[in-house]
Nanobody, 127 residues
């Protein structure tokens, strides 16, 4: 099992930026696909972005494409989500997820494809 801890959330005005981090521990980070999801109150958990272990492949939800960037530093066992041009509709709890099956190339965007989850960090965007 891998432990995931998110940080970097907070309150920001519309148009602002935040950078989320997700630190992994407990098992080797090698070969894991990683993703970010978000859940607004009363709504289902939605896919935001995913990255392959190699970092060479990324995938984004249409709603964040061009504004958010996912990246990872495997030496630090950390995944990042840079969020720019934030909108009030981006307000949600953001969680990172790991797929602990070795695959250095593929990206995954379904909740069911991930095996381990962090507790989440709140992002609130005011208008």
């Amino acid at each position: 099992q891998v432990q995931l801890v998110e940080s970097g959330g907070g309150l920001v005005q519309a148009g602002g930026s935040l950078r989320l981090s997700c630190a992994a521990s407990g098992r080797t980070f090698s070969g894991y696909g990683m993703g970010w999801f978000r859940q607004a109150p009363g709504k289902e958990r939605d896919f935001v972005a995913a990255i392959s272990w190699s970092g060479g492949n990324t995938f984004y939800a249409d709603s964040v494409k061009g504004r958010f960037t996912i990246s990872r530093d495997n030496a630090k066992n950390t995944v990042y989500l840079q969020m720019n041009s934030l909108k009030p509709e981006d307000t949600a709890v953001y969680s990172c997820a790991a797929r602990t099956t070795y695959d250095p190339v593929r990206v995954y965007f379904r909740v069911s494809e991930y095996t381990d989850w962090g507790q989440g960090t709140q992002v609130t965007v005011s208008s």
